[in-house]
């Protein structure tokens, strides 16, 4: 039997909640230290991963407090010749409009009230072909390459307009990695997952 639809978005809705809220308290438990070496360890494996140094330009987030701390990967990519982008959100008469931009230096990045830092309208905006590696946050992950991230929706409508050709990766600390998530049409799967103790690629 087939369920109904608007059922299953409302079950999937509810356990999406349910494990937000559990991982945003395991997060909150991880000492600050432990964050700060996990967080190396993520950037140390991300940086020796095929799809960074083959890449040409890649799009990183701005980590929020408790994130896995990629900031190391913005001056990495930028010795390396790197071109760097950062994602956006562009209010609209109907909601969002989203994508990545390109910024010549993290410090032009500016608070613009959607609790993340992100480049200011005006910059290069990338199209497809554009970037070769994304790097996105998660509160969960799964071993499908799926993501849990805060509700917005932000990377499941922007990722498709760059991957393909782009790889997605997603960062996060092991205790993040789950067996299973739920999961609905609208969630868009990673490429590759990176935790503090293995890389994970997706058949």
């Given at each position: 039997m087939d369920l109904d639809p608007d059922l299953v978005a409302q079950i999937s809705g509810r356990a999406k909640r349910a494990i937000r809220a559990r991982m945003r308290a395991l997060r909150q438990a991880l000492p600050a230290a432990a964050r700060r070496a996990r967080s190396e360890r993520i950037c140390e494996r991300v940086l020796t991963s095929p799809e960074?140094?083959?890449?040409?330009?890649?799009?990183?987030?701005?980590?929020?407090?408790?994130?896995?701390?990629?900031?190391?990967?913005?001056?990495?990519?930028?010795?390396?010749?790197?071109?760097?982008?950062?994602?956006?959100?562009?209010?609209?008469?109907?909601?969002?409009?989203?994508?990545?931009?390109?910024?010549?230096?993290?410090?032009?990045?500016?608070?613009?009230?959607?609790?993340?830092?992100?480049?200011?309208?005006?910059?290069?905006?990338?199209?497809?072909?554009?970037?070769?590696?994304?790097?996105?946050?998660a509160l969960a992950v799964a071993p499908t390459g799926h993501r849990l991230g805060y509700g917005s929706g932000y990377y499941d409508a922007t990722l498709p307009d760059v991957c393909p050709p782009g790889v997605a990766l997603a960062v996060a600390f092991e205790f993040q990695l789950l067996a299973e998530l739920p999961v609905t049409d609208a969630d868009v799967p990673v490429q590759t997952l990176v935790t503090d103790q293995r890389v994970l690629r997706i058949p």
């Amino acid at each position: 039997m087939d369920l109904d639809p608007d059922l299953v978005a409302q079950i999937s809705g509810r356990a999406k909640r349910a494990i937000r809220a559990r991982m945003r308290a395991l997060r909150q438990a991880l000492p600050a230290a432990a964050r700060r070496a996990r967080s190396e360890r993520i950037c140390e494996r991300v940086l020796t991963s095929p799809e960074y140094v083959s890449a040409r330009s890649i799009a990183l987030f701005a980590p929020q407090a408790l994130e896995v701390d990629v900031s190391p990967l913005d001056a990495a990519a930028r010795a390396a010749q790197k071109l760097v982008y950062y994602p956006f959100m562009d209010p609209t008469e109907n909601g969002f409009t989203t994508g990545f931009r390109r910024v010549d230096a993290s410090a032009e990045l500016t608070d613009r009230g959607r609790k993340f830092l992100e480049p200011a309208p005006g910059l290069y905006q990338a199209e497809r072909g554009d970037i070769d590696l994304v790097i996105v946050p998660a509160l969960a992950v799964a071993p499908t390459g799926h993501r849990l991230g805060y509700g917005s929706g932000y990377y499941d409508a922007t990722l498709p307009d760059v991957c393909p050709p782009g790889v997605a990766l997603a960062v996060a600390f092991e205790f993040q990695l789950l067996a299973e998530l739920p999961v609905t049409d609208a969630d868009v799967p990673v490429q590759t997952l990176v935790t503090d103790q293995r890389v994970l690629r997706i058949p």
